[in-house]
């Protein structure tokens, strides 16, 4: 069969998805339209990631449920009649293995602490060291992105295939921070620890000083199509570098090396927008991921384990999921939370609206407003979240604005997932006490707040 069983179901949600709208939201911009736009579906249950665009025509329905099978598919050691290519060295088999469900993912920890996936690390050289390694010295790096850690690149892939050992072994533990509320109220805030195993040249080399190293774990691949297709005179239009309003907030676009242009592009996808689109960024998944080459990421030699349509319409599925909308008869308590995400700030990097133009190669994103709640922009968050990892423009404190559209069903999706790009965060509220940099200002409205209007902040974040 092509297609799951949800595809029958999901049709129901296509025709329910442009039911009345609640009237009772305070922020004028995300209430005159749906979250998704013409994508978006009415489901907030455990599938509600997996659903392909509600607008979608059928030749686009046809080709999403193509790139479903795909994305959903598990790669083995070769040869194989169906689906080889994997590893030797990996982080996954598939994209389903680290996107569970479509939603974020979680720090899994097996015996001994050991890391499995969907978290993953990336590591790459201080340029300034590179003249103790001859073997990287003539190397030129497009775009002046990552250097390559020499046996590594720049993703340690902990897992291989029968007959192989992979790169590194690596083990994570968490350290309690505590902290309280200027009204007596405490928390307790954590961040990771990650320790590695392996043989005596690979284990000095990750303790080296020259690498840098940071802990990724997956975000929801719903949406993604709508971001892609923001034109970038929009985001341009956002950017205030100098912070030249005084607002404290200078966000700016990421410029990345685009390997299928063969320049520069605006970055728009990855924890530090380093991605400049969803096809480059699929087959750099299936590259770094899973090992499979392919003709944006040949293998040294030039070979190939899949092919250009194999990777377009993978890209294709992310390209068109549906975005379940926010909850249209939010309780009075997010009514106030919505009002108090507003004051504190929150909305200057977290934009309720972004729109689309009519340059989409796919139908069902044209001409779209929608509210994702990013400005798609780097951001200095603090020495707090900082990985000491730069990636293109991004500096080691920088990370693109993530979206927070579907937040609220997070735990519905996968319960347990966690927040931030490690995972650190075990809920909303932890999430925003690590917020610095850029964000102190309105972590420290947060802070001051009364209890009942955390919880109400909270609740209106829930309801998203």
Not at 320 to 327: E, I, Q, S, Y
Request: proline share 8%; net charge negative.
């Amino acid at each position: 069969m092509m297609f799951r069983f949800w595809f029958v179901p999901s049709l129901l949600l296509v025709l329910v998805s442009c039911g009345p709208r609640s009237r009772n939201s305070t922020s004028p911009e995300a209430e005159m339209f749906l979250a998704g736009g013409g994508t978006t579906i009415k489901n907030r249950t455990s599938t509600a990631f997996t659903a392909p665009a509600a607008n979608l025509n059928p030749e686009e329905f046809q080709l999403h449920g193509e790139g479903d099978v795909f994305f959903e598919g598990e790669f083995v050691k070769g040869p194989s009649p169906v689906r080889p290519g994997l590893g030797p060295t990996f982080n996954n088999t598939s994209c389903r293995g680290c996107h569970v469900r479509n939603g974020r993912g979680m720090p899994v920890l097996g015996a001994n602490g050991t890391l499995r996936s969907p978290v993953l690390v990336r590591v790459s050289l201080d340029p300034s060291a590179l003249d103790r390694f001859p073997e990287l010295q003539s190397l030129q790096v497009p775009g002046a992105g990552p250097y390559p850690v020499p046996g590594f690149g720049t993703q340690i892939q902990n897992h291989a295939v029968l007959g192989a050992e992979p790169e590194i072994t690596l083990s994570l533990s968490w350290e309690e921070v505590s902290g309280q509320y200027p009204d007596g109220t405490g928390y307790t805030l954590r961040k990771p620890i990650l320790a590695y195993e392996g043989s005596p040249e690979k284990l000095a080399l990750m303790q080296d000083s020259a690498v840098q190293r940071s802990i990724r774990q997956t975000p929801p691949v719903v949406g993604l199509g709508l971001l892609e297709a923001v034109p970038v005179s929009t985001l341009r239009d956002l950017e205030d570098p100098e912070d030249t309003d005084g607002d404290g907030i200078s966000g700016r676009l990421n410029q990345v090396w685009d390997p299928v242009t063969q320049s520069l592009a605006a970055g728009r996808f990855g924890w530090k927008a380093s991605a400049p689109s969803l096809l480059v960024q699929t087959a750099a998944a299936f590259a770094d991921d899973m090992g499979v080459t392919n003709p944006i990421f040949p293998g040294a030699d030039g070979s190939l384990e899949i092919d250009a349509d194999f990777v377009r319409k993978t890209a294709f599925y992310t390209q068109t999921l549906a975005v379940p909308d926010r909850v249209r008869t939010p309780s009075p308590s997010a009514v106030q939370g919505e009002i108090l995400f507003q004051a504190s700030g929150c909305a200057s990097c977290h934009r309720p609206a972004l729109s689309t133009d009519d340059s989409s190669s796919i139908a069902a994103l044209r001409n779209q407003t929608f509210a994702p709640y990013t400005d798609l922009l780097l951001h200095d968050m603090g020495e707090g979240l900082a990985d000491g990892r730069p990636d293109f423009l991004a500096s080691g404190r920088e990370w693109r604005t993530p979206p927070l559209w579907g937040i609220g069903l997070t735990g519905t999706i996968l319960p347990q997932s966690g927040f931030l790009h490690d995972g650190r965060a075990r809920s909303l509220e932890e999430a925003i006490l690590w917020h610095g940099g850029e964000a102190e200002a309105s972590r420290k409205a947060f802070e001051i707040l009364k209890a009942e209007e955390r919880a109400q902040l909270l609740d209106f974040l829930k309801s998203l």
